[in-house]
């Protein structure tokens, strides 16, 4: 279970983030701690929105929802079944392929980079990795036991 | 059958970081974290820029705002604060507010910010600024707000025939420039800026840290 573990904690740091971003991006946080700007003209870039709703809470979305599922696969119940890391592969599969798709931004079209959203990135990767090492365990794990009636 | 963990220490890990974050967060919300700090002696293009003025040229004291128009702190900053800045501090001739233009880059803001100038040179700068800070989340994620920006430019009463070619002509894009390379020529890298005094404050600061600013600024004035 060391696998949920890792994730659930890589995802509550980047569920902390996404929150930061977020309370930036709708007026509550006066600056970013970001050093050279960069995370606000990627903010503020017209990618900094995806379907009308800023970036930061799909992140929030995302790594909130890794964190339910991997303390989910943590109860006793869930502990040997597969779902709660299969659930974890898909969102963070779908994260990493987001991430990419920005950093590309960042690096090609915004020529800027926000330090935040590279460790976010780098967080979605790990949890991808986690995940993956995981549900590659699971498969030679032993089955539940079943009880007879 | 699983092997039962012991979770507790885990479950103390995890709550302790959430706390962390959420104390570091709640510091960053108070800003905190961002110490004023000094500003050297100002370039000649920090010094040719010349803004948007607000008050008294015989004011002893000017407060510099940086804005951007798409940032959601700069309206913050404008919707919460600079309007007792104006009542207690402009309008009592204590000191002058000039707004410098500091683009960060997204194209609609730049345009926000001709729009901005538009007005100005109908002598509606300010009332322009107002219009596109309190209005922000309905026209930032538009892909044209051209149409938009023209109903503010209509609010606050300027004509819309020179405003739509001055628009149109991109007749103040290198004002709005300069006041970029200004804000740039002394560091700034984000939005909001104030630099009272020679001291600049970073983001969007409440009333009583400009007051204190401000004062600090009199009375080097009255030395």
């Given amino acids: 279970m060391t696998h949920r573990m890792v994730a659930a904690l890589l995802a509550l740091v980047g569920l902390l983030i996404s929150v930061y971003l977020w309370l930036w991006k ?21 990618y900094g929105d995806f379907l009308g709703v800023p970036v930061a ?7 909130g929802g890794m964190l339910a599922l991997a303390l989910l696969g943590l109860q006793p119940r869930w502990q040997t079944r597969r779902e709660p890391t299969l659930g974890l592969l898909v969102v963070s599969g779908a994260g990493v392929a987001f991430s990419a798709y920005l950093t590309y931004l960042e690096a090609a079209v915004i020529h800027a980079w926000c330090r935040w959203c590279v460790v976010s990135a780098l967080l979605v990767t790990v949890i991808f990795v986690t995940a993956l090492v995981g549900w590659r365990g699971l498969g030679h794990a032993p089955a539940p036991a079943v009880s007879a009636g | 059958m699983a092997q039962s963990m012991n979770l507790k220490p ?21 800003g905190a974290a961002f110490e004023p700090v000094e500003v050297g002696p100002l370039s000649d293009s920090a010094l040719a820029a010349s803004g948007w003025v607000l008050g008294s040229q015989s004011a002893p ?16 900053l404008a919707i919460i604060t600079i309007p007792d800045v104006r009542r207690l501090l402009v309008a009592t001739d204590r000191a002058r507010l000039r707004f410098r233009d500091f683009p960060l880059g997204n194209p609609v803001v730049d345009m926000a910010h001709q729009a901005a100038a538009c007005a100005g040179e109908q002598g509606r700068f300010f009332e322009m600024a107002d219009q596109l800070f309190l209005n922000q989340s309905r026209w930032a994620l538009e892909e044209d707000p051209r149409g938009r ?4 430019a209509e609010a606050v009463g300027i004509d819309l025939g020179r405003y739509g070619t001055c628009m149109a ?21 984000s939005t909001p800026r104030l630099v009272i005094g020679g001291i600049m404050l970073i ?4 009333y009583d ?9 009199e009375a080097r004035a009255a030395q």
């Fill in chain 2, 10 to 30: 885990f479950y103390l890990l995890l709550a302790v970081v959430a706390v962390a974050g959420g104390a570091w967060i709640w510091s960053a919300r108070s």
């Fill in chain 2, 209 to 217: 840290s400009i007051l204190k600013y401000v004062e600090l600024a």
């Fill in chain 1, 26 to 46: 709708v007026g509550a946080i006066g600056v970013l701690a970001c050093g050279d700007g960069g995370c606000e003209t990627v903010q503020l870039s017209k």
């Fill in chain 1, 57 to 63: 809470l799909w992140g929030m979305l995302a790594y």
């Fill in chain 2, 61 to 76: 004291v000017e407060i510099v705002e940086y804005a951007d128009f798409g940032c959601p702190a700069c309206a913050r």
């Fill in chain 2, 169 to 189: 002509e991109r007749r103040h894009w290198e004002r709005v420039a300069a006041g970029r390379q200004a804000g740039l020529a002394i560091g700034i890298n």
């Fill in chain 2, 203 to 206: 983001g969007a600061q409440p």
């Fill in chain 2, 149 to 152: 920006f023209e109903a503010f």
